[in-house]
T-cell receptor, first 114, second 113 residues
Framework: AQKITQTQPGMFVQEKEAVTLDCTYDTSDQSYGLFWYKQPSSGEMIFLIYQGSYDEQNATEGRYSLNFQKARKSANLVISASQLGDSAMYFCAVYGGATNKLIFGTGTLLAVQP | DGGITQSPKYLFRKEGQNVTLSCEQNLNHDAMYWYRQDPGQGLRLIYYSQIVNDFQKGDIAEGYSVSREKKESFPLTVTSAQKNPTAFYLC????????????FGDGTRLSIL
């Protein structure tokens, strides 16, 4: 079985500062993928970044980077230079080839303060 | 514009009534998914389909049914057997493959009258 744990229910960050959102996962699959999604108050889920289990380099997409530590089963999201529009729920998810399903964590609510 | 369209945005159900949520995509994706989100929770998979005329149960399929008669469409019916249907429902689609991100619609909020 796969499981995602996001231990931070809510976080505050000052505008223009960097913030790290924690995510640990548990999977028995050798090959798997890790995803981060953003959910604004309007409800839609927006794909941010992907990391494959065999990727040796950490994924980056603009201001988003994924701090992937495979041995620790950790896939933290780093947002640099936070903006007010970054205020949203953030979900980590794991996809395993054996189950063919995307399993989501419970999310972290990020509030960016001016 | 390419994307996923869910309708309606808000839906109310009476006791004992079946209701159908619509999901249409024009991204030419083979795979489509339905998720349920309860307040303060992550998404839970209801059903998914990787090809027309075939679909599989997710983790919480009881009380729900789907069909996939066309590649573009994956409607979800919430039946009267679903005793606690009040939730936010999200439809998604993707290319096949575990490294492919799922793209989501704007969701349907279902409430019980």
């Amino acid at each position: 079985a796969q499981k995602i744990t996001q231990t931070q229910p809510g976080m505050f960050v000052q505008e223009k500062e960097a913030v790290t959102l924690d995510c640990t996962y548990d999977t028995s699959d050798q090959s798997y993928g890790l995803f981060w999604y953003k959910q604004p108050s309007s409800g839609e889920m927006i794909f941010l970044i992907y990391q494959g289990s065999y990727d040796e380099q950490n994924a980056t997409e603009g201001r988003y980077s994924l701090n992937f530590q495979k041995a620790r089963k950790s896939a933290n999201l780093v947002i640099s230079a936070s903006q007010l529009g970054d205020s949203a729920m953030y979900f980590c998810a794991v996809y395993g080839g054996a189950t063919n399903k995307l399993i989501f964590g419970t999310g972290t609510l990020l509030a960016v303060q001016p | 514009d390419g994307g996923i369209t869910q309708s309606p945005k808000y839906l109310f159900r009476k006791e004992g009534q079946n209701v159908t949520l619509s999901c249409e995509q024009n991204l030419n994706h083979d795979a489509m998914y339905w998720y349920r989100q309860d307040p303060g929770q992550g998404l839970r998979l209801i059903y998914y389909s990787q090809i027309v005329n075939d679909f599989q149960k997710g983790d919480i399929a009881e009380g729900y049914s789907v069909s996939r008669e066309k590649k573009e469409s994956f409607p979800l019916t919430v039946t009267s057997a679903q005793k606690n249907p009040t939730a936010f429902y999200l439809c998604a689609s993707s290319l096949l493959g575990g490294n492919q991100p799922q793209h989501f619609g704007d969701g349907t909020r279902l409430s019980i009258l």
